[in-house]
T-cell receptor, first 113, second 118 residues
Framework: GNSVTQMEGPVTLSEEAFLTINCTYT??????LFWYVQYPGEGLQLLLK?????DKGSNKGFEATYRKETTSFHLEKGSVQVSDSAVYFC????????????FGQGTRLTINP | GAVVSQHPSWVICKSGTSVKIECRSL??????MFWYRQFPKQSLMLMAT?????????EQGVEKDKFLINHASLTLSTLTVTSAHPEDSSFYIC??????????????FGPGTRLTVT
């Protein structure tokens, strides 16, 4: 079945550091890929997405590229801020039918000033 | 736009009682809503897909008689945990998919409900 594996946290960085959170997936067919962010006390929000191979999703300085050859969708940001502290979830969905989401285990990111 | 609310945000109940959790799409209509369960420091696991006006579709291993789902309108789905036991204590999260307004049909998530069964 479909699955998502992302790097274990927690991850702690200093402000303005470079961020990478690794995500790899296993899927039949060609799913859509997502990064969601969960700020403290809030619901999950879509951060970015990519729907086909070589697509790059970007938002708020974050980027991720859909790599079919390595089945990966790593999240990157060049210079993190304290306000980026949150839990980040990588996810995939089928492109047909109910489009159910399958989530990775989440990575807690803490940015220190 | 695209706000999803859940009520209550947290609830404590005694073992053997039933608890109802509401999920509402506040500014859009959703024919499809999803219910997830999240254990501490773990990922979200899909429990069921809730379809307006029809029966929910449960994931393998989820007891449909224990987790009753009703999606009676385009803005409301409810999850009832029947005869709750301590092992049902968890964080329950719903999402709603906007597949009517013409926007990209992504899922919008509620803030979650923490259930503690004593």
């Amino acid at each position: 079945g479909n699955s998502v594996t992302q790097m274990e946290g927690p991850v702690t960085l200093s402000e303005e550091a470079f961020l990478t959170i690794n995500c790899t997936y296993t899927a039949t067919g060609y799913p859509s890929l997502f990064w969601y962010v969960q700020y403290p006390g809030e619901g999950l929000q879509l951060l970015l997405k990519a729907t086909k191979a070589d697509d790059k999703g970007s938002n708020k300085g974050f980027e991720a590229t859909y790599r079919k050859e390595t089945t990966s969708f790593h999240l990157e940001k060049g210079s993190v801020q304290v306000s980026d502290s949150a839990v980040y979830f990588c996810a995939l969905s089928e492109i047909q039918g109910a489009q159910k989401l399958v989530f990775g285990q989440g990575t807690r990111l803490t940015i220190n000033p | 736009g695209a706000v999803v609310s859940q009520h209550p945000s947290w609830v404590i109940c005694k073992s053997g009682t039933s608890v109802k959790i509401e999920c509402r799409s506040l500014d859009f209509q959703a024919t499809t809503m999803f219910w997830y369960r999240q254990f501490p420091k773990q990922s979200l696991m899909l429990m069921a897909t809730s379809n307006e006006g029809s029966k929910a579709t449960y994931e393998q291993g989820v007891e449909k008689d224990k987790f009753l789902i009703n999606h009676a309108s385009l803005t409301l789905s409810t999850l009832t945990v029947t005869s709750a036991h301590p092992e049902d204590s968890s964080f329950y999260i719903c999402s709603a998919r906007d597949d009517i307004s013409g926007r990209a049909p992504e899922q919008y998530f509620g803030p979650g409900t923490r259930l503690t069964v004593t």
